[in-house]
């Protein structure tokens, strides 16, 4: 943060900020309405062939129907449903740590997951998937936990050192999974779900996304506490909030749709991170107005992803756990080199 | 009331804050003054639960500050810390309106609303409410937090050095607002402050610390002498009498 003198002019009024909630809730329907339009393509992009002139006449074209059913809409719902809780699992992340750069698939979060994910598969492989997912749950809570507790042991912590210290615990459970794995056989099976990928998603099979989208409309509805958790532990005091209780909540929220993301999609990195910056540049902090922003963003970023993916090599797909590495990491380096002094 | 009955706080072997027991006056502007290092933040901190007690107890309207749910005593006393790292992009208005959040519960009637209109009118904040805190000065945002806390209208306001990186003008005009705080709202204000000439010309009660324990207690009048400076500071002051309020001249 930069530090001005008391006496020096007032800052230029920022081009990019927007007066007030009111005025920036038709640029929000604007955003809403963008992604419906990615989401209806998203409906007619594939190898198979699918039109609207096909499905408005169902009779002769009960394949286009069965494709629309099976597996187009149950993708685009999950792209949505990931999207969304991935984004807005991310902001509440960066509001936990103090920190604009983690996510959690830079704080070990989604490798602990997977960690977690890797264990019910040797030692109980044939548990239901919403078991699964709970183990996987309880593995990502314990490790942000973990680089919580750590964050907490920096006396001086930069804000540079923050996302480091969680790459550098996820690159070691992520050693400790490949490790293991490895030794188990079973390195086919981790790519499952260490890469994100949709082309697998159909119906019966992506159905617990909808229990991070409920995570989400929660998280929204206790927005108030992560914005004063966000201002620190001091602020949260003072106002009569438990510091704690806020972070044990909000590590709760972000580790269950890690998980259940993991499980049923694969990792998708920088998400968490790019849409909640590009967000806050834009509305703020406030999460009680920032929140509706980065669910509609981030379903439109996952979207575009996979649909660019869907498109560029056609017949063949790219996973869209690839295509939002390279387009998140590109426009992350953007907002690093435009904001720098807001950093942390 | 606010009662302190044998405090300390101890990090590692260095007593910071050594067996203070203290009552402040219910009413009015009490300054704390001392050397750096006397313990005056660190009491402050404990005094208003932000910092556990290493042994004591703090008792605020009788209320075991330890023990007493957050919520019950975040509508009774607010506390403003000195360094406010903030990182967070919210509006002047928006943090302000944070400072309602005990009596709101995250929904502003239109009486909280009110309330942030006066905070904002009085620490003139007006132009740059709808400015996010990442785009103000230093001073602006010292502002803006001093806001906040009042806003939250409880009885007890702790500040910890709230003239932090406020020009002469503002510095002046955040005195007279915490004095008419505690004159026509009847409210206890509770500051810390290093000029020895604004706890001089704004309290009614000064507490001196000194290597952790309370060194005087009494009216500026009684504290502006010479001898008792001496005694606190380790330094030859003179006072000068100026209108008929004590100056302390320290610059040779």
């Known amino acids: 943060m930069s530090t001005r003198s008391p006496d020096s002019p007032p800052l230029p009024e920022p081009a990019f900020a927007l007066p007030g909630p009111v005025a ?33 006449a169902p009779a002769e074209n009960q394949r286009a129907v ?15 449903l990931a999207g969304m809780s991935l984004a807005v ?22 490798e602990s997951a997977s960690l977690g994910l890797l264990a019910v598969t040797i030692f109980a492989p044939g548990i239901p998937i919403l078991a699964r997912t709970a183990v996987a749950a309880g593995f990502s809570m314990a490790g942000t936990a973990l680089f919580l507790l750590i964050l907490r042991r920096i006396p001086l912590r930069s804000a540079l050192v923050v996302p480091v210290v969680g790459l550098v615990l996820g690159a070691i459970f992520d050693a400790a999974t490949t490790f293991f794995a ?10 499952a779900w260490t890469t994100g990928d949709f082309s697998s998603v159909l119906r019966g099979r992506y159905e617990l996304l909808w229990g991070a989208f409920v995570l989400t409309v929660l998280a929204y509805v206790v927005a108030d506490r992560f914005t004063v958790a966000g201002m620190g532990e001091a602020f949260t005091t003072n106002l009569g909030l438990s510091h704690p209780g806020i972070v044990a909540l909000g590590l709760a929220i972000v580790a269950m749709v890690t998980a259940v993301v993991v499980a049923t999609v694969g990792m998708i990195p920088f998400i968490g991170l790019v849409v909640p910056n590009v967000v806050s540049l834009i509305v703020g902090d406030n999460a009680r107005r920032s929140i509706p922003w980065v669910a509609v963003m981030g379903a439109g970023f996952v979207l575009l992803c996979d649909i660019a993916g869907r498109v560029v090599r056609q017949p063949y797909e790219i996973p869209v756990g690839t295509v939002a590495g390279v387009v998140g990491s590109l426009l992350f380096l953007h907002l690093l080199f435009r904001r720098d002094d807001r950093a942390g | 009331m606010i009662e302190a009955r044998n405090v300390s706080r101890r990090y590692g072997d260095t007593l910071v804050v050594d067996d203070v027991t203290l009552k402040l006056p219910e009413r009015g502007v009490t300054s704390i003054i001392g050397p750096n290092g006397a313990g005056k933040s660190t009491l402050l901190s404990m005094v208003s639960r932000l910092l556990p007690l290493s042994s004591g107890t703090v008792l605020v309207d009788g209320m075991d500050v330890t023990r007493t749910p957050g919520d019950a005593l975040a509508r009774r006393l607010a506390i403003l810390r000195q360094d406010n790292a903030v990182t967070s992009r919210l509006t ?5 309106t944070f400072g309602r959040y005990p009596h709101s519960r995250g929904r502003p009637t239109v009486e909280d609303r009110a309330f942030v209109e006066g905070a904002l009118a009085h620490l003139g904040l007006e132009p740059i409410a709808h ?16 806001a906040m806390v009042l ?6 306001v702790l500040l910890d050095e709230p003239l932090n990186s406020l020009d002469m003008k503002h510095a002046v005009a955040m005195m007279k607002e915490l004095r008419r705080a505690a004159d026509t709202l009847g409210k206890c204000v509770v500051l810390v402050l290093h000029d020895l000439n604004y706890a001089s010309c704004y309290s009614d009660h000064v507490v001196a610390m000194r290597a952790g324990k309370v060194a005087f207690q009494g009216t500026p009048e009684e504290l502006m002498r010479p001898d008792v400076l001496r005694g606190i500071y ?3 002051i003179d006072i000068h009498l100026l209108d008929g309020k004590r100056i302390a001249v320290h610059y040779r």
């Open chain 1, 182 to 191: 490895y030794r188990f056989s079973l390195l086919q099976s981790l790519m």
């Open chain 2, 234 to 236: 380790d330094l030859d």
């Open chain 1, 89 to 110: 699992a991310g902001l509440i992340m960066q509001m936990l740590a103090r920190n604009r750069f983690v996510e959690p698939f830079t704080a070990g979060t989604a």
């Open chain 2, 92 to 96: 002047v208005r928006d943090l302000v």
């Open chain 1, 24 to 56: 920036s809730l038709p640029l929000l329907f604007v955003a809403g309405l963008a992604v419906l339009v990615l989401a209806g393509a998203s409906l007619l992009i594939g190898v198979s062939h699918v039109s609207w002139d096909a499905l408005l």
């Open chain 1, 66 to 80: 069965q494709v629309l059913v099976i597996s187009r809409v149950p993708r685009t719902l999950a792209l949505v």
């Open chain 2, 131 to 146: 400015r996010f805190l990442d785009e103000l000065s230093g001073g602006q945002r010292q502002r803006a937090f001093v």
């Open chain 2, 151 to 156: 806003c939250q209208d409880t009885h007890y």
